[in-house]
């Protein structure tokens, strides 16, 4: 089991920019890859971004490519999200999650495929 600490979540103006972290500790060893998601007040959850672990290949969701940035630092075990041209729509909780599902067929970017969780960080984008 993999255990997720995010942080760096708060209020920010439209236009403006936030950081997120993910702390990883655990069986991290045996993750394909760690992502962002994120979800709104009576909407689902949504992929944000992944990065694949062991070449830090990046995949972004439609609606965050061009101005997220999912990064990580393999030797501290932490993936980040920078995130710059905040939009109002933006505004949701966001979670860290791990996963141990291959990239073949394809790479894993649904909820389901995903077996660990952080607690979220809210984010809040004013206009």
């Known amino acids: 089991q993999v255990q997720l600490v995010e942080s760096g979540g708060g209020l920010v103006q439209a236009g403006g920019s936030l950081r997120l972290s993910c702390a990883a500790s655990?069986?991290?060893?045996?993750?394909?890859?760690m992502g962002w998601f994120r979800q709104a007040p009576e909407k689902e959850r949504e992929f944000v971004a992944l990065?694949?672990?062991?070449?830090?290949?990046?995949y972004y969701g439609t609606v965050v490519k061009g101005r997220f940035t999912i990064s990580r630092d393999s030797a501290k075990n932490t993936m980040f999200l920078q995130m710059n041209s905040l939009k109002p729509e933006d505004t949701a909780v966001y979670y860290c999650?791990?996963?141990?599902?291959?990239?073949?067929?394809?790479?894993?970017?649904?909820?389901?495929?995903?077996?660990?969780w952080g607690q979220g960080t809210q984010v809040t984008v004013s206009s």
């Open positions: 655990g069986r991290t060893v045996s993750s394909s890859a």
């Open positions: 999650a791990a996963t141990t599902t291959p990239f073949t067929p394809r790479p894993p970017t649904r909820p389901a495929d995903f077996g660990s």
């Open positions: 990065i694949r672990w062991s070449t830090g290949n990046p």
